[in-house]
């Protein structure tokens, strides 16, 4: 068969680790034993007679329906889908980073991301399971909280040597507040004693993920959830000014349909975000 592909005797021999001669020998044979010739050999050339070409033909298509039989019992292998929805806050900042562990201890879920911006109703028709900061309680759904989170006050390397903040973090107050639209007053709670901010300039942001890339360049300060922002503050991208506020702490929850409770890559899922959680709670 290699022959009749290549028309080549010396191709075939080297793909079958066998002489040129020892190859020619099998041809003959078989030629011998159909009573046909298969092959018209030149002086440099080898090519098909019809009778090879009907061969060649027939093996091929005999060749083919042997490996479909063979596909066909073969295990299948089975793959669930679990489809998560996470703000880009989230995502960005803690679920990313950490996903691909989950995939390589379970090779038979595959996932599917549902990401937003802004917070969004659950919709059962795009997700199974969702990541939401104080979400709306449904008879329907699970709201169950998983990620307790701080507010933490941080500003970049940059604006910290200008304002002498590290020594002086009571300074940050004089900053530009880079502020969510969401939460208009939240700064002014974390400032809450220290003198009248009524004035006080504030850019304001539609999106955190948005807030804290300002912040980043040194625009200003902002508030973000900690233990979120624990590798941003690792790597020095910002600095973390003084301790969380315990008193502005807050919770993410997993939402599910109550119907999917006991679906295998969810219960799995679930699990996993715990214990990453947890772990997470313990590096500051």
Not at 11 to 33: K, W, Y
Not at 71 to 80: F, G, Y
Not at 241 to 254: H, V
Request: net charge negative.
């Amino acid at each position: 068969m290699l022959v009749a592909r290549s028309l080549s005797v010396k191709d075939a021999a080297d793909q079958l680790f066998l002489s040129p001669s020892a190859v020619s020998r099998q041809i003959q044979g078989l030629e011998q034993a159909l009573g046909k010739q298969l092959f018209i050999r030149g002086n440099r050339s080898i090519t098909l007679t019809e009778e090879g070409e009907g061969l060649l033909q027939g093996v091929e298509q005999a060749f083919s329906i042997l490996e479909s039989s063979l596909k066909a019992l073969e295990p299948s292998r089975k793959t669930m889908t679990l489809r998560v929805g996470a703000q880009q806050y989230f995502s960005n900042n803690w679920l990313f980073s950490k996903i691909s562990g989950f995939l390589a201890d379970n090779p038979g879920i595959e996932i599917e991301f549902e990401s937003s911006q802004t917070y969004q109703p659950f919709d059962e028709t795009l997700m199974d399971i969702c990541i939401r900061f104080a979400p709306s309680q449904e008879d329907a759904l699970v709201c169950e909280p998983f990620f307790p989170q701080q507010a933490v006050l941080l500003a970049a390397p940059s604006l910290v040597e200008r304002f002498d903040l590290q020594e002086n973090a009571n300074r940050a107050s004089e900053c530009e507040w880079l502020t969510l639209r969401s939460q208009p007053d939240l700064m002014q709670r974390w400032f809450e004693g220290q003198g009248d901010f009524s004035n006080h300039r504030c850019i304001q942001f539609d999106d955190a993920q948005a807030a804290l890339m300002a912040a980043k360049e040194g625009m200003g300060v902002v508030l973000a959830a900690w233990p979120l922002v624990n590798e941003l503050i690792a790597s020095k991208q910002l600095v973390q000014l003084g301790p969380a506020n315990p008193s502005l702490s807050s919770d993410y929850y997993l939402v599910h349909p109550k119907s999917l409770a006991d679906y295998p890559p969810l219960v799995l899922f679930k699990e996993w975000l715990k214990v990453q959680a947890l772990l997470s709670a313990t590096k500051q």
